[in-house]
């Protein structure tokens, strides 16, 4: 079974400021995806920024990025340049290669944005 | 094309009713996926379809759930003789034939049993 783990169940950022949440999984598989989507209080989730395993270099969405350690399993999620709006839970997610089936999510981490 | 929709947003219901959410999925979109979610928890997977397929369902799914998705466009899904423990918001999304690009996902029913 694949499993996702986000070890910091609340973050707390000053606006403007650089936060960077954790996310770890586990697979035996080479090839997968991973996602950060955002659900904010109106609770309908965003995708954020994806990655796929196959690639080295780190995705990058504006002021979202990624430090993907394929070798170490890690996934995590910066934000730089924290905004209120970024106020959110956010969910750390795994697609297997092989079958493309289901994704699986983490517990995630609620971040809070303060002035 | 305005997202993924369910209906209702809301639902409380007395417990040992039937319950049926439905959902529509963006249109160029021929997987469709049901998810449950309790608070402070993650998504928690139910079951997903390709076109009017079903391929896969959660062992943690109980018998009295039901979901179909007739023609491969809207789905719907059905929850029997509600207990208090099916209290959760129930997801819907939808995604490209690997969903490897993401899905997108809709508002939700939250679902209240008293």
């Known amino acids: 079974a694949q499993t996702v783990t986000q070890s910091q169940p609340e973050m707390s950022v000053q606006e403007a400021e650089t936060v960077t949440l954790s996310c770890t999984y586990d697979t035996s598989e080479n090839n997968y995806y991973l996602f950060w989507y955002k659900q904010p209080p109106s609770r309908q989730m965003i995708l954020v920024i994806r990655?796929?395993?196959?690639?080295?270099q780190n995705a990058t969405e504006n002021r979202f990025s990624v430090n993907f350690q394929k070798a170490a399993k890690s996934f995590s999620l910066k934000i730089s340049d924290s905004q209120l709006g970024d106020t959110a839970m956010y969910f750390c997610?795994?697609?297997?290669?092989?079958?493309?089936?289901?994704?699986?999510f983490g517990r995630g981490t609620q971040l809070t944005v303060w002035p | 094309d305005t997202g993924v929709s369910q209906d209702p947003r809301h639902k409380i219901t007395k417990r040992g009713q039937n319950v049926t959410f439905r959902c529509d999925p963006i249109s160029e979109h021929n997987r469709l996926y049901w998810y449950r979610q309790t608070l402070g928890q993650g998504p928690e997977f139910l079951t997903y379809f390709q076109n009017e397929a079903q391929l896969e369902k959660s062992r943690l799914l109980s018998d009295r759930f039901s979901a179909e998705r007739p023609k491969g466009s809207f789905s719907t899904l059905e929850i029997q003789r509600t207990e208090q423990g099916d209290s959760a918001m129930y997801l819907c999304?939808?995604?490209?034939?690997?969903?490897?690009?993401?899905?997108?996902f809709g508002s939700g029913t939250r679902l209240t049993v008293v």
């Open positions: 999304a939808s995604s490209l034939p690997t969903g490897r690009e993401g899905y997108t």
């Open positions: 997610a795994f697609l297997r290669g092989s079958t493309l089936g289901r994704l699986y």
């Open positions: 990655q796929e395993a196959y690639k080295q």
